[in-house]
């Protein structure tokens, strides 16, 4: 029987008739999964990421990053010091933002940049931004990053909570993207916090989440 990755509640199924696509939605936390089994396999899931169109001079781009710095950890810039961008993707746009405010930064990417330099590091800071989606062991990832938070540290995620109609997910633009296959609730986020130590500071406009080792 099915359960919930985050919680290990009771989930029930939602059926994409149109696509063959089966999602199960946690009935206490909220939380969304693909089935496993209708994952897209690697070699698909690195030719969707080559498609994106990410580098300095897409604006739109930029400006998304900048509001997700000022929305999420800027108040607490004077703190950090040092940070991981996990999930850098294959321009590290958002690590060269965080270098000009200062701060030392390292990338890691499962793809574009794979050397796991974060292995015997601690940060102030831990970002994953537009990755946490694409994961089918979300809480096993962040159990991995919590590891390598200093304290009083920070990590700040940024992806799309779901709609809590089945109808409206499974016509929300944002699950239509073969690789998103993970989708958290502010709820789903503070289970997770709790069992590895952390706190849920805040969520905003409904796809950022910070979270403090406190």
């Known amino acids: 029987m099915k359960s919930c990755k985050i919680c290990s509640s009771f989930v029930k199924k939602i059926e994409d008739k149109e696509k063959l696509l089966d999602y199960y939605r946690c009935s206490s936390c909220g939380f969304i999964s693909l089935d496993d089994n209708h ?30 710095i000022e929305l999420s950890f800027a108040p607490y810039l004077e703190d950090i010091k040092t940070a991981l961008d996990f999930g850098s993707g294959p321009t590290p746009v958002f690590s060269e933002l965080l270098k000009r405010r200062g701060l030392e930064v390292d990338i890691y990417d499962i793809f574009y940049a794979p050397q796991k330099v974060y292995e015997t590091k601690n940060y102030d800071l831990i970002t994953s931004t537009e990755v946490f989606e694409h994961l089918s062991k979300p809480f096993e990832v962040f159990e991995l990053l919590s590891q390598h938070l200093n304290p009083n540290g920070y990590i700040a995620i940024m992806t799309k909570f779901p709609p809590a109609d089945d109808n409206e997910f499974l016509n929300w633009w944002y699950r239509r993207d073969p690789t998103h296959i993970s989708f958290f609730t502010p709820k789903s986020f503070e289970i997770m916090a709790k069992k590895v130590g952390l706190k849920l500071i805040k969520t905003i406009n409904n796809n950022i989440a910070l979270f403090q080792r406190v």
């Open 39 to 68: 994952r897209v396999d690697t070699k698909r899931e690195k030719y969707q990421y080559d498609q994106h169109n990410n580098s300095l001079e897409n604006k739109g781009y930029v400006a998304m990053f900048e509001e997700f």
